[in-house]
């Protein structure tokens, strides 16, 4: 008789409920729909990645998905944005005033290993106000990854708009542009961070967390100029055009040397203890600079029954800082390929399978620059251990090919 | 004597460690916290007036799967509501308005008070309770907000951007205002609770 009495007065909770619910339905429906119609009056779609053929917008990038623009004047662009630890695409809305000004930034739909807002919470709100400079806008430390795919994602929204002539592109500053030169005459500075200068001349220094040099922003004269050292205590200059000026700023080159001299940790003889525990009979173990700015932090000359070596340490970023070293004879081939650990943290990865170190190590041997394809680098299941190798290879064959070519020997 | 129950029987302490789930997650944002907090004092008010109301013909091996179905019916009536008309709050909610439906507190207080009282003290108990929630919730999250994230209701707090205890925002530090409030309400409360049912 209870299991009747509950199952009715289940059965008329559930009639009551979902009457209440319809009913409910019918009027938040329209509440809702009454809002998105309100949400998208006062836009013209400008842009809808869905239907790219049709807009007569040009040089968008792939990441933009819709381009409104607003009544009221300026723009509301829709971007996504993903990151290496991205679960699913981040989907940002930059609206962006008349005068090419960002107004507001919503972020939706973040689901990183590590939510950026976490570590600093008003990092988005640093955005409003920016003009496609994005000057003094920087990355959140500990989030690198994330942050940069959002700020990455936010300059294409007003790229976008630039390259339509919808708003005019921000002019950097010196010290911005001098700073995003960094990306392309040190590729190998990772993980980079800002440290305080004493000195009145250097504007920034900022230091590679993998330990392959700094870099310096210094004044001359009122111009400002950026200064490369690698951890082998090589130094280029460039201008704000990115013209090495080297030759011509050398008190500035000897500035930042004598600065990295003091800061930069040396791996010559981590590299040289190397040497001597995989080469047999290696003698005349020479430290050799290298004019590169790779990943590449040592490098040394020796000879093994009269037959020259050339060994490099590579300090590449994969899921950690890799510590790889390579030896490559005089025709340019790998004779011995290693690394201090391949697969950081093994215990967390279920997927991993393990690898047998000494095949893989061996996949390397005899390959030259031009034999070398990159797929000897591939551990299943570890992409970035993978692409890390890769790149510490390719790096210690550039290297190679400088010293080999007679270029600042010691 | 037949003690009469106290009002303030949905101490705040007690339902602080029951929604600790609901206070975490909702206490970084006061807006967060304020809308978890109505809809927990909606919930619970609406729920107990029904409990209340139909507790004597619920059989005693019926009363789980019914108070379920009433508590999470309120709940989803609560959800579209707000969903229509506070969308950026239930955003900020997330899953864990949804999860309201399963909330401990909830059913505390439906099997416990509207259960085994009559409509008028279940609804001063609901009320007083949620009520309660909302301004601990609300408490915990200006804590937080303020003092961890320099921020209030979104909105950075300029002078305070330098001094933030970032750990406030983070789920630890989440547990260690939990404990703080948990202290202070407690101290407060016991002795009233305890003068009031003495009554």
């Known amino acids: 008789m209870d299991m009747i009495k509950t199952l009715a007065l289940c059965l008329a909770i559930i009639i009551i409920f979902g009457a209440a619910m319809v009913g409910l339905n019918i009027h938040t429906s329209k509440v809702i729909a009454d809002r998105e119609a309100a949400l998208l009056a006062g836009k013209e779609l400008l842009y809808d990645s869905a239907d790219a053929q049709s807009s007569q917008l040009v040089d968008v990038g792939a990441n933009v998905v819709t381009i409104y623009k607003l ?14 630890y991205s679960q699913s695409p981040m989907q940002i809305t930059t609206v962006v005033d008349g005068e090419g000004k960002i107004s507001d930034i919503k972020l939706e739909n973040y689901t ?19 003009d496609s400079a994005l000057a003094e806008v920087g990355l959140v430390a500990g989030c690198t990854y994330s942050s940069t795919a959002f700020k990455d994602s936010v300059s294409e929204a007003l790229a976008a708009l630039i390259s339509n002539n919808l708003i005019t592109a921000g002019k950097k500053s010196d010290e911005q542009i001098l700073t995003e030169l960094i990306d392309s005459v040190a590729i190998g500075f990772a ?43 090589v130094c280029k200059v460039y201008d704000t055009e ?13 500035k930042a040397v004598a600065y990295a001299a003091k800061a930069q940790k040396s791996y010559d003889a981590d ?95 005899g390959k030259t620059a031009e034999t070398f394809t990159g797929d000897e680098a591939i551990i299943a299941t570890a992409t970035m251990t993978s692409n890390a190798v890769k790149q510490s290879v390719k790096d210690a064959f550039e290297s190679f090919s400088k010293i080999s070519g007679g270029e600042n020997n010691e | 004597m037949n003690k009469k129950p ?21 206490s970084t944002d006061v807006r967060a916290a304020l809308g978890m907090g109505i809809a927990v004092l909606l919930t619970l008010f609406f729920s107990s007036i029904v409990i209340s109301a139909v507790r004597n013909i619920i059989p005693e091996k019926g009363k789980l799967p019914c108070y379920v179905l009433i508590i999470t019916g309120f709940v989803s009536l609560i959800c579209m509501l707000m969903e229509a008309y506070y969308p950026d709050i239930v955003k900020m909610l997330g899953v864990h308005l949804a999860a309201l439906a399963v909330s401990a507190v909830a059913f505390r207080d439906a099997d416990e008070v509207a259960g085994q009282n009559g409509e008028w003290h279940s609804i001063k108990t609901a009320f007083v309770t949620g009520i309660f929630f909302t301004a601990i919730m609300f408490v915990c ?14 909105k950075p707090i300029e002078f305070l951007q330098n001094y933030k205890i970032s750990f406030l925002a983070q789920v630890f530090g989440a547990y260690v205002v939990l404990a703080i409030v948990i202290a202070i309400i407690k101290k407060i409360f016991k002795t009233k609770c305890k003068e009031e049912e003495d009554k």
Request: hydrophobic share 40%; proline share 1%; with cysteine.
């Open chain 1, 271 to 365: 590299l040289q203890k190397k040497v001597e525990a995989v080469m047999e009979g290696a003698a005349e173990i020479t430290p050799v600079k290298a004019d590169t700015f790779n990943s590449v932090v040592s490098v040394c000359s020796f000879k093994v029954n009269n037959e020259s070596y050339t060994a490099l340490y590579s300090k590449s970023l994969g899921y950690d800082i890799m510590d790889v070293y390579v030896i490559i004879d005089s025709k340019g081939a790998i004779v011995k390929f290693s690394a201090k650990e391949f697969i950081f943290h093994e215990e967390y990865f279920a997927t991993f399978g393990g690898m047998n170190t000494s095949e893989y190590q061996n996949g390397f041997t």
């Open chain 1, 112 to 130: 990183d290993s590590i939510d950026f807002r976490s570590k600093d919470a008003n990092y988005i709100s640093t955005y409003i106000g920016k």
């Open chain 2, 6 to 26: 106290c009002l303030l029987r949905g101490n705040p302490s007690l339902l602080l460690v029951l929604g600790a789930g609901f206070v975490m997650a909702s």
């Open chain 1, 191 to 233: 993980k980079t961070e800002q440290i305080e200068s004493d000195d009145a001349d250097i504007k920034k220094i900022i230091k590679a967390e993998n330990d392959t040099g700094f870099a310096f922003i210094i004044s001359n004269a009122d111009v400002q100029y950026l200064a490369v050292v690698n951890a082998m205590g």
């Open chain 1, 71 to 84: 009544s009221e004047g300026g723009f509301e662009i829709v971007t996504t944005a993903s990151s290496t």
């Open chain 1, 242 to 254: 990115a013209r090495d000026v080297t030759s011509e700023q050398s008190a500035i080159c000897d």
């Open chain 2, 141 to 154: 999250a200006l804590i937080r907000e303020i003092l961890g994230n320099a921020t209030i209701c979104g």
